[in-house]
């Protein structure tokens, strides 16, 4: 214990448990050790205190690492009227495939719920929702959905397909555009979607569905 | 990333006001999108656990941004408060409100729980933390292989008093700083310190190390 509840130990140590949260989250593993050395008045608190957080943040990780890897393209080619071209990009919660309709002779993009997600009942009604919000929405900027079915137990969605890059290439190259341009770019979208503020959706990392999709010139299509 | 961020929350501020005064639309957005995933996981964390079918965080935290939207003129004219921590602060409260309309009555146990913060967050709740730990689309296989050291952090972390379980729900679940801790508390900071270096030299005995 700091001797006689000084405040300028406590101040010291919580500190060092800071630098060493820190550390620990951009992947070093600091010793124990080596901060005893360096601080030996504080090295008994040292030693009670940074296993400790060690562990919470260790145990933390244990999310990140043992995240599954990204799931496989489905081993069918066709789901239903769809016949499954490429891969265009996947998020949180589904991959997008360009497919032909085959029925209707045109190009899509279809997004098939993850397979991981598949018996989580609430990812399934928020994909659903997704969906049915995406197809209420009647603006350029905007893809238009074209239907909602399912496939062996698989839900997916049918969209226009889009040729151009998608809006996470856009923000992530500054040097085509500002970043702020982006977030321009999808404003008129904004309005059209009652209050909500035009923004990546925060369940997907990378929006690389092309929900919003910018064409080569860097204007919305 | 993160961490610059927090040790230097107050250049954040500084931008936002400066770009945001200046009539720049996207300046909120971005400071947004900076903070989101602390924004992110603190919603998971403080989300009450009965509400969880119907309410998804990722609402609660596009809700917030738009109450934020409209609250920013507010904030822009006395900044008190480090930009992220009154967008924390914003989302926390659409949280508290979230909790209100679904719970009502039932808000007593975390009513009081409440009363631990200046601000109206509602308090990290251990079921909260061990779905922090467990992750949430973890398969039960891939946890069992670390099923062990997390049940162990787990145990310890809901064997603590609400005052320990809250500082280090903040500073190691949610991330914030040592000066953001303080502020979201209400504390000073050396307070703060002292209350964190506690908690975790408790949190040490209950894990019996």
């Avoid at chain 1, 050790?33 to 008994?44: F, I, N, V």
């Avoid at chain 1, 919470?56 to 599954?68: F, I, M, S, T, Y």
């Avoid at chain 2, 931008?15 to 957005?29: I, T």
């Avoid at chain 2, 320990?164 to 504390?187: H, W």
Wanted: one cysteine or more.
């Amino acid at each position: 214990m700091p001797g006689q509840d000084s405040s300028r130990d406590y101040d010291l140590l919580d500190r060092l448990v800071e630098e060493f949260n820190d550390r620990f989250r951009r992947g070093e593993r600091p010793s124990v050790h080596e901060y005893c050395e360096k601080y030996p008045a504080l090295a008994d608190d040292l030693r009670d205190v940074l296993p400790a957080v060690a562990q919470v943040e260790g145990a933390k990780d244990a999310r990140a690492d043992d995240l599954p890897a990204p799931p496989p393209p489905p081993p069918v080619a066709q789901m239903g009227d769809f016949h499954i071209l490429r891969e265009v990009g996947h998020g949180g919660m589904g991959v997008v495939y360009e497919a032909e309709q085959v029925s209707l002779g045109r190009r899509v993009a279809l997004k098939v719920l993850t397979q991981r997600l598949l018996r989580d009942a609430k990812q399934r009604r928020r994909f659903e929702r997704e969906a049915r919000a995406a197809a209420k929405l009647h603006h350029t900027n905007i893809v238009p959905v074209h239907g909602y079915g399912e496939h062996d137990g698989t839900p997916y969605y049918v969209m226009q397909f889009i040729h151009g890059m998608g809006l996470d290439v856009v923000v992530e190259e500054p040097a085509r555009m500002a970043p702020t341009a982006a977030h321009r770019l999808c404003s008129p979208a904004a309005s059209n979607s009652h209050r909500r503020p035009c923004w990546p959706h925060p369940g997907q990392k990378t929006p690389r569905n092309p929900e919003t999709r910018v064409a080569h010139t860097g204007r919305p299509v | 990333m993160g961490t610059a961020v927090m040790a230097d929350g107050s250049s954040g501020t500084h931008q936002l006001v400066g770009r945001a005064r200046a009539g720049d639309p996207a300046a909120l957005g971005d400071l947004f999108a900076r903070h989101r995933d602390r924004l992110r996981r603190m919603v998971d964390l403080r989300l009450d656990r009965r509400v969880r079918g119907r309410v998804d965080p990722s609402d609660v935290l596009q809700d917030g941004f738009a109450d934020a939207a409209g609250k920013l003129p507010d904030y822009l004219a006395d900044p008190r408060l480090p930009a992220f921590l009154w967008l924390r602060l914003v989302v926390g409260e659409r949280l508290a409100k979230v909790h209100r309309t679904h719970l009502g009555t039932q808000m007593r146990d975390a009513a009081l729980e409440v009363s631990l913060y200046r601000a109206p967050l509602p308090a990290a709740s251990s079921a909260a933390l061990a779905a922090q730990l467990l992750g949430k689309h973890t398969s039960p296989t891939e946890a069992a292989v670390r099923a062990e050291q997390m049940l162990r952090v787990q145990e310890a972390v809901n064997a603590l008093d609400p005052i320990d379980r809250e500082i280090i729900a903040l500073r190691n679940f949610e991330e914030l700083s040592r000066a953001e801790a303080a502020q979201a508390l209400g504390i000073e900071e050396a307070a703060a310190a002292k209350r964190y270096v506690r908690a975790i030299k408790r949190l040490k005995d209950a894990l019996g190390g």
